[in-house]
């Protein structure tokens, strides 16, 4: 009993850990990206996190050391752009939240076409093993869900830092993200429990094991 209560006390400070530091991020990359003299510490804060990304995703691939030197020649090249990156740098802000949503609303959109399975069809067989057909039905309508909000907030990302000052489009890119996605799983999961069965639901933490496993499954595919 004991080492399970140390071990979700342990599991509650990681996730608690993780959204300090979500938040964190998200605060600097906001104060980053709406100021009015872009500096070095602005451009660190928008290459910095990136290129960590790159290299842990590197480190842990099969093909090790082509892809560190492809992460070294990318140093190389952006400190061969520094000034202009400096001076430029909303414009990695505005790629690695656009980008990130449109490639999330490609790879939904994706598994709608005929012969695939939905993506959070995928999820709820890993949760409930075999899926009823108002679980399959629910789960493909949640799918069309998905990609329609990450293909929104991809285009008004973009439309924003066309039209609107890049104060504006800050404060929607990294200090409303968060909020907006919690709001979609809030209504998701109360349309959920308004049109499944008790059988049929699953809860937040049962999801997000569901998408870490489809995850390493994905990841083990490759080669």
Known sequence: ???????????????????????????????????????????????????????????RSSRRPPLLALCLAACAVLYSVSGWLVAHYQWVFLLQHAGMYA?????????LQGGQTPMISRFARIVHGSLSPALVRYTRSVTWAWSFYFGAIAGLSLLLFWLAPIAVWSAFANLLGMPLLVLMFVGEYAVRWYVLPAADRAGPLEAIRAYRQASCEDAARQP
């Open 1 to 59: 009993m004991k080492a399970e209560l140390t071990t979700r006390v342990k599991k509650a400070c990681r996730w608690a850990a993780a959204i300090a530091l979500a938040i964190a991020y998200s605060v600097l990359a906001h104060l980053a990206a709406a100021s009015a003299a872009p500096d070095l510490r602005g451009a660190g804060v928008a290459i910095i996190p990136l290129l960590g990304l790159a290299f842990v995703m590197a480190w």
């Open 103 to 111: 490639m999330l609303c490609g790879a939904f959109g994706r598994t």
